[in-house]
Nanobody
Framework: QVQLVESGGGLVQAGGSLRLSCAASGRSAYTMGWFRQAPGKEREFVTSIIWNFGITRYADSVKGRFTISRDNAKNTVWLQMNSLKPEDTAIYYC?????????????????WGQGTQVTVSS
């Protein structure tokens, strides 16, 4: 498995921005993504990227506000989050190695980071 370490979470006011990073080590991952989990809710898909081709996908709830990007040299993916809303408050998890066709399902991702808290105040 690839090892993932997230950073960049924090507290921000509604309308603000945060950038999360996920550093991968151990080996390269073909696919990487971000999920989030709010208290009392299931883990939900946010965005993903196919590393070699830069193909990205987004949940409807974040389209136009969040952007995933990669740094090949650093083996790192970034999640730029703009126009944040209180409903974006959650623990954000980095994922790697999609093992299936449903990229929105947490069960089909093999590797996970520990998560980083994002809190958006109203």
């Amino acid at each position: 498995q690839v090892q993932l370490v997230e950073s960049g979470g924090g507290l921000v006011q509604a309308g603000g921005s945060l950038r999360l990073s996920c550093a991968a080590s151990g080996r390269s991952a073909y696919t990487m993504g971000w999920f989030r989990q709010a208290p009392g809710k299931e883990r939900e898909f946010v965005t993903s990227i196919i590393w070699n081709f830069g193909i990205t996908r987004y949940a409807d709830s974040v389209k136009g506000r969040f952007t995933i990007s990669r740094d090949n040299a650093k083996n790192t993916v970034w999640l730029q989050m703009n126009s944040l809303k209180p409903e974006d408050t959650a623990i954000y998890y980095c994922a790697a190695d999609l093992d299936g066709s449903d990229y929105t399902s947490p069960r089909q991702w093999a590797s996970w980071g520990q998560g980083t808290q994002v809190t958006v105040s109203s």
